[in-house]
C-alpha cells in the first residue's frame, strides 16, 4: 500500500500468541504513529474510529485502528471480565507498531477502550510517550459516586483527553476534578453538544480536524 492511500486490513500475531486485528493507516516510516481502540460496544470499525484514522493519515500520522481481544472473540456484546486480556492486546499492538516507525508513540480509545489504555499505561510507565482519550467513561450513567479513577494517581503519562458536554459518562466539572488526580500533564478539550458517542454527521469535520490538530500539536511538543 502507498503511504497516505486509505487504509489496509491488518493481522499479526504477536510471539506471546496474542493477536492484533484491524486496518493500518500507515503514513512515513518516521512519522508519529498512534495505536486506536473502540469502546464495549462497537469495534475498530466505528465511524469515529475510521474518521480519525483518515484524517490522521492525511496529516502524516501512522494509526492502527485495533479490535480489543473480547470484540475479536466475538462480533457483538460487551467486555466480561476480560480486561487484562484487553489490555495485553493493547500492548501487543503498541509493540508492533513500535517497530514499523521511529515517531513518537500515542496509545489511545474511545469509553472502555480508552480507560483500557490508561490502566495500561498506569502500570507500565514509558510504554507510549502520550495518550488521546476520547469520551473517557469516568462514571456509569446516573452513578456519580462509581468513579473509575482509582489508577489516575499512577498514570504518569501525558493525556489529552476529548469530552462531549452531553456526555452522560460524566460532565465536564466532573472530568475537571477528575484530571487532577493525574501528575501527568494533561489537557480536556471539550466538544460542544456532543454525548458519549462524540460524533456525529453535523459535526464530524469539525471533530476530526479539531483533534487532529490538537494532537499534533502535541506530537510535535514530545
Not at 465511524?47 to 485495533?66: A, F, N
Not at 483500557?116 to 498506569?122: D, R, S, V
Not at 460542544?192 to 462524540?198: K, M, N, Q, S, T
Request: hydrophobic letters at 40%; proline letters at 7%; a neutral charge.
Amino acid at each position: 500500500m502507498t503511504p497516505g492511500a486509505g487504509f489496509a486490513e491488518f493481522v499479526e500475531v504477536s510471539i506471546e500468541g496474542v493477536s492484533v486485528r484491524g486496518f493500518l493507516h500507515r503514513a512515513s516510516p518516521g512519522s508519529p504513529a498512534l495505536v486506536l481502540t473502540h469502546g464495549a460496544g462497537a469495534n475498530c470499525q466505528s465511524v469515529l474510529l475510521t474518521s480519525l484514522g483518515e484524517e490522521l493519515q492525511s496529516s502524516g500520522v501512522t494509526v492502527l485502528r485495533c479490535d480489543l481481544p473480547f470484540r475479536q472473540a466475538r462480533p457483538h456484546g460487551p467486555p466480561i471480565r476480560t480486561a487484562e486480556k484487553d489490555q495485553t492486546g493493547l500492548k501487543a499492538a503498541v509493540t508492533y507498531l513500535r517497530e514499523q516507525t521511529s515517531g513518537a508513540m500515542f496509545l489511545g480509545g474511545h469509553s472502555y477502550g480508552g480507560r483500557q489504555a490508561t490502566m495500561l499505561a498506569a502500570a507500565q510507565p514509558g510504554l507510549v510517550e502520550r495518550l488521546l482519550l476520547l469520551s473517557y467513561p469516568l462514571h456509569p450513567p446516573e452513578r456519580p459516586h462509581q468513579l473509575r479513577t482509582q489508577h489516575f494517581p499512577d498514570l504518569r503519562t501525558p493525556a489529552l483527553f476529548v469530552h462531549g458536554t452531553r456526555d452522560g459518562f460524566g460532565s465536564i466539572a466532573e472530568m475537571e476534578a477528575a484530571l487532577k488526580l493525574i501528575p501527568a500533564p494533561t489537557e480536556l478539550l471539550q466538544v460542544r453538544g456532543a454525548g458519549h458517542e462524540l460524533i456525529s454527521k453535523k459535526n464530524r469535520d469539525e471533530l476530526t480536524q479539531l483533534v487532529v490538530r490538537t494532537l499534533r500539536a502535541e506530537l510535535l511538543n514530545t
